[in-house]
């Protein structure tokens, strides 16, 4: 593969997996990918988003501007790095101030101020402990790296220099330090210091002793330029701990020492040696709160159910420092402590904490779950595998039908083929499959062990690899073998580590199988199957069914799809591409067991999603079962015929349903009568689309509400799916400009051609209740213009005069803009505006402001509230809210959210944003003179509480459901 091939491929991967919030692993992929390939701009920039998403700001800073030397103007990067220091509180006006500003790259060795954690603990603790020493003398920093310490140094020195190898380091510390007049920097060797005989009174040196070859030859050196009262203190990681007990080589270490070790070589040279020890824990602190003229250090060790006083810790140091001399020194420091103002290590150490209790409840949960069904499952009669629960089922109707009668279960007619159900019981129960690879099974072995954690076992001549769950006997492949004879071309939908593909492409039947996974290790399981099985009838490939379009991979006899619609945030739409590459549909699928949401139509339930490691999880962070009677309805509507069902009231703890369907008009041989498809209206559809939100609506009765030729406009805008277009671009024009400004998050339809992403904004409530709400028309701005997917619907409005859309993302800018281009209307225009900190009072007053989408990614959202009021008498907002209010800010109740970075169009612009509650929301309003009009709750909307609401500083009755 190429190389450009290879890193395009990596940084697909790795929008994936930070869109998916798996930071590590997204991190992990960037440094093998630089180390394989090098740095580049993008590589480092995504860095700089792990960084940023995590709140580590001054080290996404850095890799942002290293970003920059390699594109210095992407405007892309610009931003990230203009945002990053405007957080940080970072403004530089001259190229000083930039370079002064600008941090140190972190090597992975030498450290830098921007780092946190337990390395920076370390760190400034021994710098800590040295300044009491330093106070009025002549310091030298050997090995002095960022400059950090040393400045930390001159402080309180009479005067300190740094000496460092790497010239890089030496410029950058020169720079960055350089208010210090007593402070300078100078490059050179440990084994030849730049500096005269007996030139200090102190020389420190830390961690730097490990990193020579020559210690005897750095010592002389110490000795050299230290005056006959100087003090030398060293410090060095003690091998024992630091590499051994943890089976872990530093490979910038060239000769690390065990204590022992260090002590008779300081003793070689000079005659006092005192000792210390380092070691980052837990403790529990008490300090007098009163000023005291002498502080006083008492230390207590808790061991087992006794505390103890004045002993050392039962641990060993894991870094040792020394104070050397040749005269007596009185020590200035004793026992110390160093601790943050933000207390970072204690807080995450408490926050791991409640996410590791959280994870064992719901292992234990899961355990429970799992042994009760075990239990069941083995006390369960055996069914006969010539009796199956199935029914024909064409609609609702049907299937109610069905229930009310109780029907037993069918036998399976003759008709079907004796010969052909022993073929499907012996593929089915298959256990052992024959070995056609070339490999020793010592390698095998090797081969599974190296790819992972299995889930599924597999024996190949007798031989059992990977997990536990072998599939033998499996009801859902014997339901699809039984239901489907033609055999043909099967697509499979989610072929996990093919263990259903191997038993598909046993059947004579079945010309070929293309398995489908979401995750690339599970497709590197499924080849490794496809090697030892030796079988040219399966291949793999890697698909994000979220997103991708599975047509490019052609059309098929059969879909096959076994336990991977449940795991899709959007299912319908899953479906839809079906309907388009195959004519019938095998799908196992668990289903809701009550109703708790409803998104565009399709009632179900919301459950947690999956992390990108584990296999059986999903890839989004939250997926939608549908209820059995919205699966039929989607499937009647992509033109799918039930032809057989089989229910399991409880697999895994839920129920599942495995369907057979056909867009055939042949019934299955168990079918007593044929019903068509149901058919779907267009008032159902409508309806559909709002379902739930329609329960709640109460709309004004003033005077225009009962404007039915009015309600017909707004109901033909909002449904309205296809644009004409009004522009001399050519259709590869505009299917170019829009992959050139993607990937898009919305779907456009112009003159029946669609372009863009896969979110289609028709039937969109929110547009609706402006629409309804707010009859007067006249001049709109539409802050948080997104795409232009609402504008563009906006200005179909006869009485919509203008809109005018502000967004925060110049890309969405120009997304807009083509938009705009393409519609040819001239009632739009899109500007840049940051909500944040810009006064859109600049824009002028307007009729009405329409305000979707925005309020809940601002750290401020009354500030925004407070400039519209300025603008406008008229307000349309939709927004999340908080739940509770577990936290107070500027007097209102909430809670803070976690934003992503610019590059995720559906992001704030700041790191954290803060949702209020709706009680504090409306009190902001009224406090800016708006009064609520109209209101409309949603419960769950994409699995938060969201409110449309219509105010306004003019007299209207209330409408708020």
């Not at 600008?102 to 920076?120: C, D, H, N, S």
């Not at 006969?384 to 009668?405: G, K």
């Not at 229910?647 to 068509?676: I, M």
Request: charged share 25%; with cysteine; aromatic share 10%.
């Amino acid at each position: 593969m190429p190389a450009t091939e290879q890193i395009q491929n990596s940084i697909t991967a790795i929008e994936n997996l930070i869109g998916m919030e798996l930071l590590d692993q997204a991190e992990k992929l960037c440094l093998t990918t630089i180390q394989s390939q090098g740095e580049n701009a993008q590589l480092l920039n995504y860095l700089g988003v792990i960084e940023h998403r995590r709140g580590n700001l001054s080290k996404a800073l850095s890799r942002f501007e290293k970003a920059e030397d390699y594109a210095p103007n992407n405007p892309e990067l610009l931003r990230n790095a203009e945002i990053t220091r405007n957080e940080l509180g970072i403004a530089p006006q001259t190229a000083d101030d930039i370079a002064v500003s600008k941090p140190m790259g972190f090597t992975g060795e030498r450290y830098v101020p921007e780092l946190t954690g337990q390395i920076a603990y370390e760190h400034y603790h021994r710098y800590a402990f040295a300044r009491e020493y330093a106070k009025g003398n002549t310091v030298l920093d050997i090995a002095s790296g960022e400059g950090y310490g040393t400045a930390l140094l001159a402080q309180v020195a009479g005067s300190v220099l740094g000496v460092d190898i790497s010239s890089e380091a030496v410029k950058h510390s020169s720079t960055r330090y350089s208010r210090l007049s007593n402070l300078e920097f100078r490059q050179g060797r440990c084994e030849d210091i730049p500096a005269a005989d007996g030139s200090f009174d102190l020389l420190v040196s830390f961690e730097t002793i490990e990193h020579i070859e020559n210690q005897e030859a750095f010592l002389s050196e110490v000795t050299r330029v230290l005056n006959k009262d100087g003090l030398f203190i060293v410090s060095s990681p003690n091998k024992k701990v630091y590499t051994d007990e943890k089976n872990y080589k530093n490979p910038y270490h060239l000769k690390e020492l065990y204590k022992d070790q260090l002590n008779n070589l300081l003793h070689r040279y000079f005659a006092n040696v005192h000792l210390f020890g380092q070691r980052l824990t837990f403790s529990s602190h008490i300090w007098p709160l009163e000023k005291t003229s002498s502080t006083t250090f008492a230390h207590y060790t808790r061991s087992n159910a006794e505390v103890n006083r004045g002993v050392d810790p039962p641990f060993e140091d894991e870094y040792t420092l020394a104070v050397c001399s040749n005269h007596n020194v009185r020590m200035q420091s004793g026992a110390s402590l160093l601790t943050s103002d933000k207390d970072e290590m204690y807080q995450d150490f408490t926050n791991r904490g409640a996410v590791i209790e959280r994870l064992d409840n719901e292992l234990a949960q899961a355990r429970a779950r799992w042994i009760a069904n075990a239990i069941q499952v083995q006390s369960a009669p055996k069914p006969s595998p010539h009796m199956l629960e199935v029914y024909a089922i064409s609609s609702i109707e049907d299937y109610r039908t069905f229930v009310s009668e109780n029907r037993p279960t069918a036998e399976l007619p003759s008709a079907q083929g004796v010969d052909c159900q022993k073929s499907v019981e012996r593929i089915v129960s298959m256990e052992d499959f024959p070995l056609r690879a070339t490999l020793p099974e010592s390698d095998i072995r090797q081969a599974f062990a190296s790819l992972g954690s299995w889930y599924t076992g597999f024996k190949f001549n007798g031989h059992l690899y990977g997990g536990h769950n072998a599939y033998t006997n499996d009801p859902r492949l014997e339901d699809f073998l039984t239901w489907y004879k033609e055999g043909g071309d099967i697509l499979e939908l989610g072929s996990f580590e093919a263990s259903h593909t191997l038993r598909l492409v046993q059947s004579p039947q079945v010309r070929s199988v293309l398995g489908l996974e979401g995750r690339d290790y599970l497709l590197t399981r499924s080849k490794l199957i496809k090697l030892l099985s030796g079988s040219d009838k399966m291949n793999f490939a890697q698909c994000n069914f979220e997103r991708d379009d599975i047509s490019s991979f052609g059309r098929f006899n059969v879909v096959f799809c076994s336990g991977l619609l449940y795991l899709l945030s959007k299912p319908w739409e899953l479906i839809e591409k079906v309907a388009a590459v195959s004519d019938n549909l095998f799908l196992s699928t668990h289903i809701a067991n009550s109703v708790n949401a409803s998104v565009l139509g399709h009632d179900g339930e919301f459950h947690p999603g999956g992390a990108y490691q584990d296999p059986l999880g999903a890839l989004t962070t939250q997926s939608f079962w549908l209820t059995f009677e919205s699966l039929v309805k989607t499937l009647a509507e992509n033109g799918f015929k039930i032809v057989n069902v089989r229910h399991f009231n409880d697999w895994g703890g839920y129920q599942l349903v495995d369907l057979f369907c056909s867009k055939v008009t042949a019934t299955s041989a168990l079918s007593r009568r044929e019903q068509p498809a149901p058919e779907v209206r267009e008032e159902e559809h409508i309806a559909g689309v709002e379902k739930e939100a329609r329960r709640h609506i109460e709309y004004s009765t003033q005077g225009a509400a009962r404007d039915e030729d009015y309600l017909r406009l707004v109901e033909e805008i909002v449904m309205k799916e296809n644009f004409s277009i009004d522009t001399s671009l050519s259709e590869s024009q505009i299917s170019d400009s829009f992959k050139e400004l993607g990937p898009w998050r919305t779907k456009f339809t112009f003159n029946g051609k669609h372009y863009g992403g896969e979110s289609s904004y028709a039937g969109d409530p929110r547009v609706r209740d402006f629409f309804t709400w707010f009859r007067k028309g006249g001049a709109v701005l539409e802050i948080g213009s997104f795409e232009g997917s609402h504008t563009l619907r906006l200005v179909q409005n006869p009485r919509i005069e203008s809109v005018l859309g502000l967004e925060g993302r110049d890309y969405l800018v120009r997304r807009s803009k083509l938009i705009k281009s393409i519609s040819g209307s001239d009632k739009m225009n899109f500007v840049q505006c940051d909500f944040e900190t810009e006064d859109i009072s600049s824009y002028g007053e307007f009729d009405a402001v329409f305000c979707s989408g925005l309020l809940y990614h601002l750290s401020k959202p009354w500030e925004l509230i407070e400039k519209i009021t300025a603008i406008t008498d008229n307000l349309f907002l939709s927004t999340h809210y908080a739940k509770t209010g577990s936290i107070s800010l500027h007097d209102l109740e909430g809670e803070y959210y976690h934003e992503g970075p610019f590059e995720d169009p559906l992001s704030g612009l700041t790191p954290q944003s803060f949702w209020p509650t709706y009680d504090s929301l409306t009190r902001v309003l009224e406090n800016n003179g708006f009064r609520v009009i109209n209101a409309r709750h949603f419960d769950n909307w994409g699995g938060h509480k969201l409110a449309n609401i219509f105010c306004s500083k003019e007299n209207h009755s209330t409408s708020v459901s």
